[in-house]
């Protein structure tokens, strides 16, 4: 057997999240149906450093499976993306160690938000961003994120309909920068609970827009409490845009 | 009466072209849908400065209709985008004279077409580029363009299916630029045939490719031949960039 580990980028538009769930398009559902396609009717499962949401997009998603082909790394790109719809891309492939596990593995996760944050609307990339029409004071929202950053129970900040216990996280970088694309909000850490990223930013867009100061964003985090925190932002302004592993 | 004219962007992906057909989507159809409900069931008809085909987008298309209402151009903008679907914007409005027609006082168009000259997809925007991962020319193909520049029968870039009579077009001015957006091939000109620029862009690419050289171009274009001209590049890659008016 060989393990195959794929960077993979999805457009999460068309699909109902990531992972598979009966008579839905999901992007587990339709990478797991071409390889099985490609083992003759032996279904392949595979795995991913973690689920999205509807909505949500990849630009750097890893997963892993095993097969019996001994193919290079580039054939088993081109025979994937052969296959795969067009809104699913195989970026790159490895043949790692059979010890090596897509979602055990992370040291390290990045988060990309992008808010279209001017006046009009730009339908072109309306499925890429959270189109934001009002005035956002981004030094608050700054000095707001400076807050969450390190490592702190972030209960507050996780979607109530969760089973995780423990929900302590490190958040080791955060930034937010006004780009041509869009304000850009970027986080970087060892891993986020259900929601948290959409939930830190709609926290940080009511501090923008004034409706909450950056000290009640410090008391949010200490109340453990979800109903502390802002509202959850829109998924399509959302991508999984790395993940890292020791090696 | 007030004579209305709105620079409108759309995405073309969902569209079954710019014009009303009967039980298809189409832009023209949606746009008067909204205009017929805010005038309370009196159908109102907008005209453009010209059709676009299903897959083919426009960043500034122009159009015009009358209405009673005396609104400001503000608030014309406000009540359309409020009630347009997500993939029509509205961008301007301007209170315009009753002489004034979107399509017969046209007096330059520009459109851009946008190739994805990359190994990989990019999975983001694939509905507003032409994926095209094989080696390309540029250099070959800006000078195949420099023979289109200019006054010319196009007859052999325009589609055979057409009633036009009349196929002496100028272009003013064409380029060809990689960007971070892929390839970008701009095109101004007095008018533009039926897939005029898709044919222009399909024969480029068989230049860049080496599948035809330079002068191979001109000959087509003195042909007045459909066949002698290269293949018709697909619609998605396309954009209505600007039109412009005399005043």
């Known amino acids: ?29 339709d990478f797991e149906k071409v390889l099985t396609k490609m083992h003759k009717g032996i279904p392949i499962r595979i795995h991913a450093s973690g689920r999205t949401d509807t909505g949500v997009h990849a630009v750097g998603q890893v997963i892993h499976f095993d097969s019996e082909y001994a193919l290079q ?37 990045e988060y990309r938000y992008f808010i279209w944050n001017e006046k009009d ?74 929601n948290m990223v959409r939930i830190i930013v709609g926290t940080l867009i009511e501090v923008g827009q004034g409706k909450r100061d950056v000290k009640s964003v410090k008391n949010a985090l200490l109340a453990r409490d979800r109903a502390k925190a802002g509202k959850t932002s829109p998924p399509n302004g959302l991508f999984l845009w790395k993940v890292d592993y020791n090696n």
Chains 1, 2 share one sequence.
């Open 73 to 109: 790394p580039e054939q088993w790109k081109r025979a994937l993306n052969a296959q795969l719809p067009k809104d699913i891309n195989v970026r790159s492939v490895e043949i790692v160690d059979d010890h090596f596990h897509s979602r055990f593995d992370v040291v390290r996760k």
């Open 1 to 29: 057997m060989n393990r195959i580990k794929c960077i993979i980028s999805y457009d999460g538009t068309l699909f109902n999240g990531y992972q598979v769930q009966p008579n839905q398009r999901t992007v587990q559902t």
């Open 121 to 194: 609307e730009n339908v072109f990339s309306r499925n890429h961003h959270y189109f934001f029409p009002f005035d956002l004071n981004i030094a608050k929202m700054q000095e707001a994120l400076e807050c969450l950053l390190g490592t702190h129970d972030f209960s507050s900040f996780c979607a109530s309909n969760t089973d995780i216990k423990d929900k302590v996280r490190t958040i080791y970088k955060g930034s937010i920068n006004k780009t041509d694309q869009g304000i850009v909000i970027a986080l970087e850490g060892n891993g986020f609970l259900y």
